[in-house]
């Protein structure tokens, strides 16, 4: 028990997982090349020697003890202004790991339906974080056919759903899609990917299992290759990390780790509850993506010597319009936060909602003005073996040259970040993850008519209008 070393977390993995990649079965994925940078990001976490960011990294528990500050549960303003700071400084397998927090956030309604569920999900909570475990967000269902429901699929699997109960506990069968992070995760934390109705009780469930679980089949992808050269690939070659497509083969998942199984009212109150902790820490990497946007078009804009251009500042301009949004509202969300029953603090939700959808909904657009800025050389620049090489390299250094202090290997960087960052590897990845991370567009168009105060909004338009209610 207690804070792992980043040596400790490598050697939790080697716990007989059944990992794919490539067609090929992963025994040991400590070992294997796909996974070097993978683990490398998420052994990150475990620096809790990191003079930079030792405080920020862990609390003490009520109990005297220590633990990754990902556990623990905002109480106070200043508490939820920390882990915003903490997001800023975590891999986002550590960041998943915060599914615990939309569990806890649920357990007092939970609690009113079963007191033994509630009972339950603060004792994962506490065996996580004492064990300073990592733990995957494990939400969406294959859906087959979207016009069906769960219950009338030709394949009732194609929703994860309860295939048994017994009195030591309910047998599960299904598949979960892109579970980022699963390989690397000591959890499975599953929840239903919607609400359901009463007759889809078997699809109403919710448990934590060890991600080493007999039946449980993990099948990886990830936007980049297992070997990048950092220089080409500035963002890709440091930041991989597996997507997860997670089967479940008739799991077996015993009483004392199960959250939710036929309760169909609780069904969309746990998804929605994901939702809220996945879209702020989302919210949080689309803050500093955005800044780092607007360096980069700065700083490729003064190496044309066009910084002055009106053209140019105007795209600079609609950057910085684009990230100081994204930055007011999360301020803006986490100062008007919400207080759970039990006395949590979590941001507000309408906003969250809100500047999420802002931020996907303008996210293709916003990179349109990066890329004009920029310009062909983007997706054009040779590589850096091109560079290094004795003769091209000095067609490069002469070719390259632009204003005074522009240095060719420096323009050449500042482009990479941004062909990385918006055109290749991760740039792909991200141009999806922006649009479907933490549910699509309609998931936060749901929230906002569930959370705005419709009911001032319509008494102000009528009495603007010199109308008399009804």
């Known amino acids: 028990m207690g804070l792992k070393t980043p040596a400790e977390y490598v050697a939790s993995l080697r716990d007989g997982r059944v990992t794919y990649w490539d067609g090929e079965r992963i025994d040991d994925i400590t070992t ?33 003890g220590r633990a990754h500050r990902i556990y623990q549960i ?3 303003e200043a508490d939820l202004a920390t882990r915003v700071e903490l997001m800023y400084h975590t891999s986002i397998v550590g960041l998943v790991s915060g599914v615990y927090m939309a569990l806890m956030s649920v357990k007092d309604a939970v609690a009113k339906v079963n007191p033994q569920y509630a009972a339950n999900i603060e004792a994962m909570y506490r065996h996580a974080r004492d064990n300073d475990l990592r733990a995957a967000e494990v939400i969406t269902d294959a859906k087959g056919d979207r016009k069906r429901k769960a219950h009338e699929q030709d394949d009732p699997d194609l929703y994860l759903r309860i295939v048994k109960r017994s009195n030591e506990g309910i047998v599960v069968r299904g598949a979960k899609l892109h579970i980022t992070g699963a390989s690397l995760c000591h959890e499975l934390v599953v929840m239903p990917t919607k609400g359901m109705r009463q007759d889809e009780t078997d699809y109403a ?13 993990i099948i990886n992808r990830s ?40 309760e169909v009212q609780l069904a969309s109150l746990f998804a929605q509850s994901l939702g809220l902790w996945e879209r702020t820490g989302g919210l949080v990497e689309a803050v500093r993506m955005s800044q780092i946007f607007v360096g980069l078009a700065q700083l490729v804009s003064e190496h044309q010597g066009k910084e002055r251009d009106p053209v140019v500042q105007n795209s600079v301009a609609e950057l910085i319009s684009y990230a100081e949004m994204l930055r007011m509202s999360l301020d803006y969300a986490c100062r008007n936060y919400e207080r759970t029953p039990s006395g949590m603090i979590h941001p507000n939700v309408l906003a969250v909602n809100v500047a999420k959808y802002y931020y996907a909904a303008n996210y293709h657009q916003t990179i349109r003005y990066l890329h004009d800025v920029s310009g062909g050389l983007v997706i054009t620049l040779p590589l850096e073996a091109d560079l290094r090489n004795e003769e091209s390299g000095k067609y490069l250094r002469k070719y390259l040259k632009s204003v005074p202090g522009a240095e060719p ?25 922006a649009l479907q991370a933490g549910g699509g567009l309609n998931a936060q168009r749901i929230m906002m008519h569930r959370t705005y105060d419709m009911a001032t909004a319509r008494a102000r338009a009528l009495a603007a209008a010199g109308a008399t209610p009804h």
């Open 32 to 64: 294997h090349p796909r996974f070097r940078v993978p683990i490398e990001v998420a052994s990150r976490d475990y620096l809790y020697d990191d003079p930079s960011h030792a405080e920020l990294r862990s609390f003490a528990t009520d109990e005297g």
């Open 409 to 433: 290997e420096t323009r050449m960087r500042v482009y990479n970040l941004i062909r990385d960052l918006t055109a290749d590897a991760y740039g792909g990845w991200q141009f999806v993850v």
């Open 74 to 76: 905002p109480r106070s």
């Open 205 to 217: 469930v919710s448990f934590s299992i060890p991600v080493n679980t007999k039946g449980v089949k």
């Open 223 to 262: 936007f980049a290759p297992a070997e990048l050269n950092a220089f080409d690939y500035p963002a890709s070659a440091h930041h991989s990390i597996p997507e997860g497509f997670v089967i479940f083969d008739d799991v077996f998942v015993p009483w004392e780790r199960v959250f939710l199984a036929g």
